[in-house]
């Protein structure tokens, strides 16, 4: 068992003596590959996924008597949306 502790310890030291490592994480030439992905990047909205909200036109009819409250929000998670349905308000997207 002592000799395959052994062998360990020497395979390990030879991987970094060869010089065929990846760069870090954190050197220059990863920064920049990094960077550089970012500025061709494409965003756009994922077609397969279902829409989480309504659009307010599509459900003026839930509202004979009109909306009462409207309100704004940058960000959803599933947990805030949650709270604003079981408080009896309906979330939706203008």
């Known amino acids: 068992m002592a000799g395959a502790a052994d062998d360990d310890e020497e395979s390990s030291s030879d991987e970094e003596e060869s010089g065929d490592e990846e760069p870090a994480a954190d050197s220059e030439?990863?920064?920049?590959?990094?960077?550089?992905?970012?500025?061709?990047?494409?965003?756009?909205?994922?077609?397969?996924?279902?829409?989480?909200?309504?659009?307010?036109?599509?459900?003026?009819?839930?509202?004979?008597?009109?909306?009462d409250y409207l309100g704004t929000s940058f960000g959803l998670t599933l947990q805030l949306f949650n709270f604003w349905h079981k408080s009896g308000l309906v979330p939706l997207y203008v």
């Open 29 to 67: 030439e990863a920064k920049t590959d990094a960077a550089a992905a970012l500025q061709t990047e494409r965003i756009a909205p994922k077609k397969s996924v279902a829409p989480l909200l309504s659009k307010l036109s599509d459900v003026e009819s839930l509202f004979p008597g009109g909306v």
